[in-house]
């Protein structure tokens, strides 16, 4: 055992110490969220509820902890309540009213409150949830996994209402090289199980589900996968099909906490690395495992980390891009603001690998609770020796330090990213030569984002082949999506590479509201394109979404349904760009000008027949000239748009209407005279008084007066107001 490793040993020894000292595993845990998102819903004020309560019961057993993002956006603030020996519960909506049902009722008296439980409708209907591994290796009868099982329960005489998930890859694939022929995971008792035949699978099923029993002989192995991944999420509909990397901790643990960062394995992969693995042996891991960047470009990690390697310039620098600008993006804030000390270990990992001794996370000022809890962590970190000057007593220096951004949407590009370290102003520059080999400075950098920085020491501590069995072949592991948009469940959802747009839209998400129907989903923001609803179908991965046209970028996906028009859409993300344009180089800065003047003519009704036409060559010619990466892809809102929806744009541009009745300057209300009372109320509502009638007859609207507003269609109760 190295230095590093008995350093860690030692921590670790001492966390658990001290949290054996304070007895957490044995009390009572209350977790409230407590990130960005969370305290816009009002958690400051369900977190002092709580505490008020804690100390009024004079209860010394129960312990208050923040958390941070848990991914559920449209049910915060969340509260968790971990009893020993029950299954944990989470709370949605929680608000100070319901704090006081929760304490007395749960947390003193033992009893959950089922109609406050975070997903109770899904909790209710079903009285046990299966996911099944689907992956090749597991199913190893090449039979459908969830048939299998449907018939087990079937002969088993099962009739209780199970539903049944085929979902990613478990990891366990050591398991399932053994002979296993499946793997299981059985909720709400989050067990998990291998089995060999027919026959086991439903002596599994009698014995857990019609006797109520755990299936002992059955259960495999309960690694991190297990004990992070589900026993401490109450919410099954929404993670059953997720497989959580890089926020496994995130909603979990109290993010300002080494203590609890440590306990979940946090800097064992980092003791690891230092004592067992020479840098080359880092690179070719991180390599091996197939892990891309995830900012976006999808370029392999372990390919720029060979190349910062190998350059000779002995001061090198490793960067963390942090400069998240993309519209509905939140992953990188809730990641930092989640579990802050996994980024510090895995660019401390990288900063080994590469040969660095400083490091820089570049992070956006909009970002104040991400910046404080960075902070925090780094200053904790040195304080303990796993930062600064020989970290673990392994001889390794290295040292980070917080670069603040200005919120331009360029800085998020390397170069110019870099430039803004260095305190100039943050433009693109030609490449080559790259950053690894001329970054900071001048020196070789080697820059990757939040979530990929947060992969390395999953990858380190559980190996390349574990990692690389999860997702596709050519797009290894997970990606985490900022689900927003038409969609029922939003929020951050983090799923293997290869799952399909349907899977995460209808079985994470909740599918569109209100019964509308699916129209497009938008991946990869500004620089993406929109994939229609007939392609729902196709696996989520780097190359798969580059063949439809769009990307995956650093992972938005806005979901899009009947009521919004596709050329708005296109319009909305040109608009994002052409204002966050440098304006160093002309085909951007000039380019994206003209699409935009050509998209504003077609919505307001003054589109001409070869406007179409206009904008493709255009969009290609930015595409082809642009100087860096941010223009090359700011044409592909409008350009995969044209492709999928071209129907749309020339009824737009030749009819002068929209479908979709969202292009304001297109809409024309008529009053329909079979089913016009005369109630006056349209024309006594109507801002501009251009609808004239008397009371009882039919009225009319000044077609040249009317400024399109809608007050006429949204107060008729007689539906006579048809929108055209």
């Known amino acids: 055992m190295g230095n590093a490793q008995k350093f860690y040993r030692a921590l670790e020894q001492y966390m658990e110490e001290q949290r054996d000292q304070s007895g957490i595993d044995d009390k009572i845990l209350i977790q409230v969220g407590s990130a960005t998102c969370e305290n816009a819903a009002g958690s400051e004020a369900v977190w002092k509820e709580l505490d008020k309560l804690i100390r009024v019961s004079g209860r010394e057993d129960i312990i208050l902890k923040q958390t941070g993002c848990t991914g559920r956006c449209a049910r915060e603030p969340i509260v968790g309540v971990f009893v020993p020996g029950q299954i944990p519960i989470k709370y949605e909506t929680v608000d100070p ?26 909790e209710q209907r079903y009285s046990h949830v299966i996911t099944v591994c689907n992956s090749s290796r597991c199913n190893g009868s090449g039979k459908d996994p969830a048939e299998e099982i449907r018939a087990a329960l079937k002969e088993a005489n099962i009739e209780d209402n199970v539903r049944i998930f085929k979902g990613g890859c478990f990891g366990l694939c050591s398991d399932a090289q053994v002979g296993k022929r499946g793997v299981m995971m059985i909720f709400p008792a989050r067990v998990l199980y291998a089995y060999k ?30 004990e992070q991944f589900f026993s401490r999420y109450g919410d099954v509909a929404f993670f059953n099909k997720q497989t959580r990397l890089t926020l ?19 800097f064992a992969a980092l003791a690891k690395a230092l004592d067992q693995g020479s840098p080359k042996s880092i690179v070719d891991e991180i390599a091996k495992s197939g892990l891309r960047g995830r900012g976006g470009g999808g370029y392999p990690t372990g390919t720029k980390w060979k190349f910062g390697a190998q350059a000779k310039d002995t001061e090198k620098y490793v960067v963390c891009n942090a400069d998240e600008g993309d519209p509905g993006a939140f992953m990188d804030r809730s990641a930092l603001e989640g579990d802050p000390f996994i980024i510090i270990e895995g660019m401390t990992i990288g900063g080994l690998a590469i040969g660095a001794q400083k490091g820089y996370i570049y992070v956006r ?30 001889g390794f220096n290295f040292d980070i330090e917080i670069r603040l951004g200005a919120g331009a949407f360029v800085c998020g590009e390397e170069t110019a990213l870099m430039l803004s370290v260095e305190g100039k102003r943050g433009q693109p520059r030609i490449r080559p ?15 990757n984002n939040v979530e990929t920085w947060a992969n390395i020491p999953t990858i380190m501590l559980y190996g390349a082949d574990w990692f690389s069995h999860i997702g596709t072949k050519t797009s290894r592991g997970t990606k985490v999506f900022a689900l927003a948009g038409k969609v029922s469940n939003t929020g951050l959802v983090e799923v293997p590479m290869g799952t399909t747009l349907r899977e995460i839209i209808y079985d ?5 509201p209100d019964g509308k129907t699916l129209k497009a989903v938008q991946t990869g923001g500004p620089s993406g394109g929109c994939i229609p609803a007939s392609q729902i179908d196709t696996p989520v991965d780097y190359d798969r979404l580059a063949e439809l046209g769009s990307i995956m970028g650093s992972g938005g996906m806005i979901i899009l349904d009947e009521d919004d028009c596709m050329v708005a859409t296109a319009k909305f993300f040109l608009e994002f760009t052409k204002s966050e344009s440098c304006g160093k180089c002309v085909p951007c800065r000039e380019g994206t000008v003209r699409m935009l003047e050509i998209l504003e003519c077609i919505t307001q009704g003054d589109g001409k027949p070869d406007d179409l036409v206009k904008l493709e060559r255009l969009g290609k010619l930015i595409q082809s000239t642009s100087l860096c990466g941010l223009g ?15 129907e749309e744009f020339e009824l737009h541009a030749n009819e002068k209407t929209c479908p979709a009745h969202s292009c304001r300057q297109l809409i024309r209300y008529e009053i329909n005279p079979d089913k016009c009372t005369g109630c006056t109320l349209c024309a006594r509502r109507c801002p501009v008084s251009c609808i004239s009638g008397e009371r009882k007859k039919v009225h009319v609207i000044d077609q040249e007066a009317c400024i399109k507003c809608g007050e006429c269609y949204n107060v008729c109760k007689f539906d006579a107001v048809d929108r055209l």
């Open 197 to 226: 035949n027919k026959e086991e699978l439903k002596q599994i099923l009698d014995t857990h589900i019609n006797q109520g029993k755990l299936a002992e002989s059955f259960k495999t192995q309960t690694d991190f996968i297990t």
């Open 365 to 394: 000022a909009e970002y104040p609770l991400a910046i404080e809890r960075l902070q925090n962590a780094i200053q904790v970190a040195r304080d303990n020796k796993l930062l600064g000057k020989n970290i673990m007593n392994s």
């Open 248 to 266: 496994r901790n995130s909603g979990l643990i109290d993010p300002e906490s080494l203590q609890d960062y440590v306990h979940h394995k946090g």
């Open 97 to 122: 009213d319901k704090v006081h049902r929760i304490f007395s009722k749960h947390v003193m008296g033992g009893e959950t409150i089922p109609g406050l439980i975070l997903d109770k409708e899904t």
């Open 508 to 512: 994470i998400g909740g599918g569109i």
């Open 632 to 646: 090359t892809t700011a044409p592909n809102p409008v350009l995969s748009a044209l492709e999928n929806f071209r």
């Open 433 to 447: 030569p790259y950053p690894t080999d001329y970054g900071l400075w001048g020196h070789p950098t080697v820059i």
